[in-house]
């Protein structure tokens, strides 16, 4: 039962957010946005395409160069408190809209405004501390005392950034939080599968305190509001989150006035599974590695490697996990998988499926969808993989694992299995035996690795891809770095 507030939310009409107010109207249409769980309409959203970007764009660009581009930085500080306080207070629509929006499950729905107070706080400490250096010039032949040079870190400019479906209001403050902090402006072009969470937030930040133009939202379809932000001429930087196939077409469309690009992309992330890990933790942590947020999840652990003598009872054991979760609409809390984000994905991970069937794979559970209505597909558990198989190889993002094994492979070795993938975004190593777990973290070829934990998160520790999983850190000072440039000033006398 949708609360008051939520279904009031819902009725709306809805488009974009430019300039501090709601703009109902939109150049291209209009997205029906479904509840994946039921398929049933819960929002329209007018679509907006480059007439919005425009606007959108002259408004951050006017903020930048008015008072926020100036505002001290305790006022800054204050309305990012002021910002995730009131995520605090609007949980339950925030929860409720997760689940109606993107179908996750319930227990993680309830994660979302925490996760948006969190990185608000932690960004709200950095501003204070954004600072240049003094440095010991001795340019021009001069002395010490004749010369004076600094370096100063400034906002880099309009931020354009571009978000997937997949954890709506966590991907979209992993952007919000460090361009506000870092004194940028935003337009911000939500995943059309779940463009709700961005309006919310906007309408949050600006009853927080941040001024008109600051924090822009332009919703439409990839093809259309997507390249128009990252083809635009008055955008300085693009921060991307989604496929790498999307990314390469970011990185061309950026080329025209060469803004800078930061990407957050794919992975095909490797467990590595030893005799020695205490499988009643290993199996459940295993399991939810690759079965959390059904399996949409760019860290998905989805291409596990267990040693031999321990293989069949870890596959067991995660098909017997993944069976005692229920499955089901996120709207009722005892169930921990929901449906995939739409039909298209759906049949996607149905398409894996039949692949696996046919390269030989052995089905221990799972591998088909579940029930009449609503996009469910049952988590799913593959043994006697081999490495050519589409589904060791690609990223599949729903809740499907691939179990391969290993034997007498030296570290090396094991890590170039590991390793033969494009992407190299998370990796975890499941060990009891130190000398193991800090051989293999150091082989390992990603941007976060976990042992005896998988894609840990915290808004300290810098997170992003090695290979074609990204360029650039987001969450912890690294992200920071995204948003700012560095001027050198040399002041000189004689
Ligand atoms: P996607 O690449 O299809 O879409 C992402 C965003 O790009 C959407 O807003 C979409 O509208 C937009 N887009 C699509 N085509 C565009 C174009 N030509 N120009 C500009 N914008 C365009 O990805 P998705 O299906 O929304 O999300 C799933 C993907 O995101 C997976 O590959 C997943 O691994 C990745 N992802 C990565 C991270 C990370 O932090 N590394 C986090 C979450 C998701």
């Not at 196939?245 to 990185?251: A, L, N, P, S």
């Not at 039909?343 to 894996?352: H, L, M, S």
């Not at 975004?425 to 990603?446: E, F, G, V």
Request: aromatic share 8%; with cysteine; hydrophobic share 45%.
């Amino acid at each position: 039962m949708t609360s008051p507030s939520t279904a009031a939310f819902l009725a709306r009409r809805h488009g974009h957010w430019i300039d501090g107010a709601a703009v109902p109207e939109g150049s291209e249409g209009e997205i029906v946005v479904l509840d994946p769980a039921t398929e049933a309409p819960i929002a329209r959203i007018a679509a907006g395409g480059q007439a919005e970007v425009d606007q959108a764009v002259a408004a951050a660009r006017r903020a930048l160069n008015g008072p926020w581009g100036d505002m001290p930085h305790d006022e800054r500080t204050r309305i990012l408190l002021a910002f995730a306080a009131l995520a605090e207070q609007h949980a339950g629509t925030i929860t409720e809209l997760a689940v109606l929006d993107n179908g996750m499950p319930w227990a993680i729905a309830e994660s979302c405004a925490p996760f948006c107070a969190m990185f608000l706080r932690y960004y709200a400490g950095w501003i204070s501390k954004i600072s240049g250096q003094t440095l010991p010039s001795a340019a021009l032949g001069k002395k010490p005392s004749q010369l004076h040079a600094y370096t100063q870190r400034e906002p880099i400019g309009v931020v354009g950034a571009i978000t997937p479906w997949n954890y709506p209001f966590g991907m979209e403050m992993l952007k919000i939080a460090p361009v506000l902090a870092t004194g940028c402006t935003l337009v911000l072009k939500p995943a059309e599968d779940a463009p709700l969470a961005a309006l919310l937030l906007a309408e949050l930040a600006s009853e927080a305190g941040v001024p008109p133009g600051v924090f822009n939202v332009v919703n439409g379809i990839g093809e259309s509001a997507g390249a128009a932000v990252a083809a635009h001429e008055g955008i300085d930087k693009v921060a991307f989150t989604g496929s790498t196939e999307v990314g390469r077409h970011i990185v061309h469309a950026a080329a025209g006035n060469l803004k800078k690009v930061s990407l957050e992309l794919g992975g095909k992330s490797p467990v590595l599974v030893y005799p020695d890990a205490n499988l009643e933790t290993a199996i459940p942590g295993v399991a939810l590695a690759a079965f959390m947020l059904q399996g949409q999840n760019c860290v998905c652990g989805s291409r596990v490697f267990a040693h031999v003598s321990i293989a069949e009872q870890l596959a067991r054991g995660v098909a017997e996990f993944a069976a005692s979760l229920n499955i089901g609409p996120g709207t009722d809390p005892k169930n921990m998988i929901g449906p995939l984000i739409s039909a298209r994905q759906r049949d996607r991970v149905e398409g894996f499926f039949s692949s696996a069937a046919e390269e030989g794979a052995r089905c221990m559970g799972g591998g088909a969808r579940v029930g009449e209505r609503g996009y469910f597909v049952a988590p799913t558990v593959y043994t006697d993989c081999t490495p050519e198989m589409r589904i060791v190889r690609e990223e599949i993002f729903g809740p499907v694992m691939a179990i391969q094994t290993f034997d007498r492979e030296t570290p090396e070795e094991l890590a170039a299995r590991a390793n033969d993938t494009n992407y190299g975004l998370s990796a975890s190593i499941w060990t009891q035996d130190l000398r193991t777990a800090h051989t293999m973290s150091r082989l390992i070829d990603a941007g976060q690795v976990g042992v005896n934990c998988h894609a840990a998160m915290d808004p300290s520790m810098p997170f992003g891809g090695f290979k074609q999983s990204g360029w650039g850190r987001e969450f912890g000072a690294d992200a920071l770095e995204l948003y700012l440039r560095t001027k050198a000033v040399t002041m000189a006398w004689d």
